[in-house]
């Protein structure tokens, strides 16, 4: 009905790293800006490049 895919070409996908890093990444991405770390480091960044 669907047509999907075989399982071991899903499973063979899921141990690529490169799908983990992505993951990974867009976690830590949606952490960064829930806790407004980023805000919080270019204020430091913008403070210190004063002159």
């Known amino acids: ?3 999907a895919g075989d ?8 141990s690529e790293e ?8 867009f976690i830590i ?3 960064v ?4 770390l980023g805000v919080r480091i270019s204020s430091l960044v913008m403070e210190k490049s004063k002159i």
């Open 29 to 31: 991405g949606v952490g």
């Open 1 to 3: 009905m669907m047509k």
């Open 18 to 25: 490169v799908v983990w890093l992505m993951t990974g990444s």
């Open 33 to 36: 800006r829930r806790s407004v």
């Open 7 to 14: 399982t071991d070409l899903l499973y063979n996908s899921l």
